[in-house]
């Protein structure tokens, strides 16, 4: 009973709590704006929402959400017809049933607690026009709102001043200068037993002061005869790791390695072994595999106990081949042990180490701060690796004169051909920040002709002609060339794409839009990943509108076609205005290709805001109408007859309307659409005089035709033959033969003209002209059905006459 008790209470606690975490359904407001019904869900607090929909139903559901006892909904319509709140679990949700099934709806949150649920309505001729994508074949419908963020001509700092280029931009720099590796102070057997002074007793004061000068290979040679006379075997042992050491420092790597080798094949117990074998692994890592170092290094460090004297040196060492071969997150835990005491040296070693930890992993202010922070940076003269990382920071923090001062001094040290080069141009690169231009133009050629065909040469030809154009604009040409001939023997994909761009940049500043413009395409094809590519994007969308309003100006409507369908992309992402894109659409019209017209019409429909969507209709309509697809003018006429019934367009778009429907032999159809009265212009009056003659309806014929010959009397050839045969229908004859009489011998209805000429006369009494008139249709006649009729009524009066 107890337990049963203290169940039921837990699920009146659970049961409470959820109730406290439920949101409460206030109000449903709605708000109808056209097409387009807002519904606007207000809550105590808003809670999560999503939403499933199936044809004309959609499920709005809110999650952990309660509604008032007298909660109400807004009164159904005709748009939608239904709605069924429910409740499923400690969800609510609202059902909504449409007459026709949405063209678009949008979910979202709007103020703190508002939940925003919008709809654009659909209505008969909805699900035609949501098919608009379908028949786009590759164009793709997108939200216009949210391009603008990613458009390259708003993120380009150049825009404004593409001059500002040539001075402001800065390709990346990558000096990966190798880093030197630390040696034990020397003699490295003063940290053997036995203490400092007695094992430097060894050693003369004359080999000390020959080793201060670090004439190594001097001192191993007195070494090496002072250990063929010793006797002792301890300073023996001494005296050739000593010998090791030397050639190690001296570089001979293939006589230390051997030493090394055979003092800790030869004593592996020893420390005399373990310190020979440091030295071999140091060498190895110097010399090398830096790789190999580390492995060794790690297996050395189980053999040596914290409190040896080599334990410093060697986690040191750790933590630089940990730094050389990239594995920072190990260097980092290195660079935190604390359970060794550093010798002061090495203690300054190691913080420098922990700057170019920053410096690798590449948090430039942190690396910046620590190498600011070093007691004695002249250290950093001897560690070149250390030094660049200095200088790169100081360059990267805008400290741009001790930045030169700094790379001015890595310069001198023994770098190689590359980076010395490289070197070299960031020094006068930090240099032009703040000194006078024109003296490092000659700096940057001179780099440029002492490292020729190499990274920093390039760079230096590219800068020395940037300076040459700002400082005389005319110099444009030869730039031209100049970032020609880089770009042509460039051997660096960055220099190569830098000099490609200023190529079309200056193209650009010349007026030559078309040539730049290729450039730039050429640009965008080879160089799909890098910093310039979205100031390139960005020239292009500046250049790509003008050239083709120009193109289409020039009437170079081809041209302009292939210009606009080679950057499609462009205009896809809404990058460039949909207004260029009317004029693609106009010059597709322009030179017939109607289709393609037709589906960039669709397209923008899509794609424009909606109080530009009306003025695009007519022009569709047209290149529809024109590309002889009736069914389509007919339905893109009802869509906007539907969304704009007043609209401005409505007699033009009509007339496109009645003309297909007459096409596709839909004339009862047409009759019924025909204004009455009809609007006054001559094209009204000439289609509504041919519906007219087509339905026999010959009176209301007869009465367009005199509208239409009152301001404009020149008929077409076939408007003749219909306005004298539906007056010959209506029976006035005299004005039928005035105009039967009008149609020339070139008319192809000539022959009729004549047979009814003949029927006039024959009609007032004259046999005798309407024979002869007869007999002319049989002899001149081209109309074999006319001639027929002639020679049978000739037949017929040849009959009676013999009768």
Request: a neutral charge; aromatic letters at 12%; charged letters at 25%.
């Amino acid at each position: 009973m107890k337990h049963l008790i203290l169940a039921i209470s837990a699920c009146i606690i659970c049961m409470s709590y959820n109730s406290l975490l439920a949101s409460e359904l206030i109000q449903v407001s709605r708000v109808d704006n056209g097409d387009i019904v807002q519904l606007y869900f207000s809550f105590d607090r808003a809670p999560a929402f999503s939403e499933t929909v199936n044809e004309r139903r959609i499920n709005l559901i809110f999650n952990h959400t309660l509604t008032p006892p007298d909660f109400k909904i807004f009164e159904t319509d005709d748009n939608i017809v239904k709605f069924l709140p429910q409740v499923e679990g400690d969800n609510f949700i609202l059902s909504l049933f449409f007459r026709y099934k949405p063209q678009y709806y949008k979910f979202t949150k709007s103020a703190e607690d508002t939940i925003v649920f919008e709809i654009l309505l659909g209505n008969q001729f909805s699900k035609s026009y949501k098919n608009l994508a379908d028949r786009l074949k590759g164009l793709t419908v997108l939200d216009r709102n949210s391009t603008y963020n990613s458009n390259p001509y708003l993120l380009s700092p150049y825009t404004s001043d593409w001059m500002s280029f040539f001075s402001r931009y800065e390709s990346p720099v990558t000096i990966k200068v190798p880093l030197r590796f630390s040696f034990l102070p020397f003699p490295i057997i003063s940290l053997l037993p036995g203490g400092n002074i007695g094992n430097q007793q060894i050693l003369s004061a004359k080999m000390l002061e020959i080793a201060a000068q670090g004439h190594w290979g001097r001192l191993a040679e007195m070494i090496l005869l002072e250990f063929q006379l010793e006797l002792d075997i301890e300073r023996q042992k001494k005296l050739a790791l000593t010998y090791g050491e030397l050639l190690a420092r001296s570089n001979d790597f293939e006589s230390a390695y051997k030493q090394l080798y055979l003092l800790n094949e030869k004593f592996p117990e020893e420390l005399i072994g373990n310190f020979a074998q440091y030295l071999l692994i140091l060498i190895r890592a110097i010399h090398e595999d830096p790789y190999i170092a580390d492995f060794e290094f790690r297996n050395l460090e189980k053999k040596i106990s914290l409190t040896n004297p080599l334990s410093p040196y060697l986690h040191l060492s750790l933590i630089e081949t940990a730094l050389a071969t990239s594995q920072y997150a190990r260097m980092n835990k290195l660079l935190l042990q604390d359970d060794i005491a550093f010798p002061e040296k090495i203690e300054l070693i190691r913080k420098i180490r922990q700057a170019d930890y920053w410096f690798a992993i590449k948090q430039p202010i942190k690396a910046y701060v620590a190498y600011s922070l070093l007691k004695q940076p002249a250290l950093l003269k001897a560690q070149p690796y250390s030094m660049n990382g200095s200088c790169s920071t100081l360059y990267n923090q805008k400290k741009f004169r001790p930045s030169s001062e700094c790379y001015e001094q890595l310069s001198t040290l023994n770098l190689s051909k590359k980076n010395s080069g490289l070197v070299r141009y960031r020094a006068n690169m930090a240099r032009l920040k703040f000194d006078n231009r024109t003296p490092l133009i000659n700096n940057f050629a001179q780099i440029e002709g002492t490292f020729p065909d190499t990274e920093s040469g390039h760079r230096a030809a590219l800068k020395k002609t940037d300076l040459l154009l700002l400082q005389d604009r005319s110099q444009s040409k030869l730039a031209l060339k100049n970032y020609t001939s880089i770009g042509d023997h460039s051997i660096l994909r960055i220099t190569a794409e830098e000099a490609l761009f200023k190529q079309a940049l200056i193209h650009s500043m010349l007026n030559q839009n078309d040539k730049s413009i290729v450039l730039l395409q050429k640009f965008l094809r080879e160089f799909r990943h890098g910093n310039i590519r979205p100031t390139a994007q960005a020239l292009l969308i500046e250049l790509l509108p003008k050239e083709i309003k120009k193109l289409v100006d020039e009437k170079l409507f081809v041209k302009a076609l292939v210009l606009a369908k080679q950057n499609k992309e462009l205009f896809q992402k809404n990058w460039i205005s949909s207004e260029y894109l009317v004029e693609i659409a106009d010059a597709y019209s322009k030179i017939g290709i109607n289709n393609e017209a037709q589906r960039l019409y669709l397209y923008l429909i899509e794609i424009v805001p909606v109080g530009e969507k009306e003025q695009l209709y007519l022009p569709m309509i047209k290149a529809s109408y024109n590309h002889g697809n009736y069914t389509l003018v007919e339905e893109y006429s009802s869509q906007y007859t539907y969304n704009y019934p007043q609209g401005k367009l409505k007699s033009e778009i009509l007339f496109f309307r009645l003309q297909a429907l007459i096409g596709n032999e839909r004339l009862e159809d047409a009759l019924r659409l025909l204004p009455s009265p009809l609007p006054e212009n001559n094209e009204s009056y000439r289609l509504a005089a041919s519906l007219f003659y087509r339905t026999e309806k010959y009176e209301q014929c007869v009465n367009a035709f005199k509208k239409l010959t009152q301001s404009y009397p020149s008929l077409s050839q076939e408007e003749q033959i219909m306005y004298g045969e539906s007056l010959l229908k209506t029976e006035d004859f005299l004005e039928a033969e005035n105009i039967f009489q009008q149609i020339t011998r070139d008319n192809p209805f000539f022959d009729q003209s004549l047979y009814r000429l003949a029927e006039l006369e024959r009609r007032r009494g004259k046999e005798k002209n309407a024979l002869r008139l007869f007999e002319r249709i049989v002899e001149t006649g081209t109309n074999d059905l006319w001639k027929k009729y002639a020679t049978r009524e000739l037949q017929f009066a040849d009959a009676a006459a013999r009768m």
